[in-house]
């Protein structure tokens, strides 16, 4: 679960870094992304820490982890380089994100049918 809490320290590391410059340099899209972040940071942290782990659980961080990947990746594409990550990632990144959430929703349900 080691890799759960340090995906969560660099997400919220970048979320502040990302926060401050677009605080000072403007731009709503690396806003966006900062903030999407920072509310996500805890949760790995939080998945990492507790420890009990199941491989539904797992997938569900990973997918949360791939969908903000995609969707931050994409906004700060288009910020910092004028283009797109690739058509339709940030959908496709706030969609993986959605299941992700389900995904561990469901976790939690199975973990207490046993």
């Not at 805890?42 to 990947?69: K, M, Q, T, W, Y």
Request: glycine share 16%; aromatic share 8%; charged share 10%.
């Amino acid at each position: 679960m080691t890799i759960l809490i340090f995906a969560g320290g660099l997400m919220g590391a970048s979320g502040v870094a990302l926060s401050a410059y677009g605080a000072h340099a403007g731009g709503g899209n690396v806003t966006t992304a900062a903030q999407f972040l920072l509310f996500h940071a805890p949760l790995f942290v939080a998945l990492g820490l507790a420890g009990n782990s199941s491989r539904i659980r797992s997938a569900g961080a990973g997918l949360l982890c791939l969908g903000l990947a995609l969707f931050c990746g994409d906004l700060l594409m288009r910020h910092f380089a004028d283009t797109r990550l690739f058509s339709m990632a940030a959908p496709f990144g706030g969609m993986a994100m959605i299941g992700g959430w389900l995904v561990i929703a469901v976790s939690e349900l199975m973990n207490k049918s046993r």
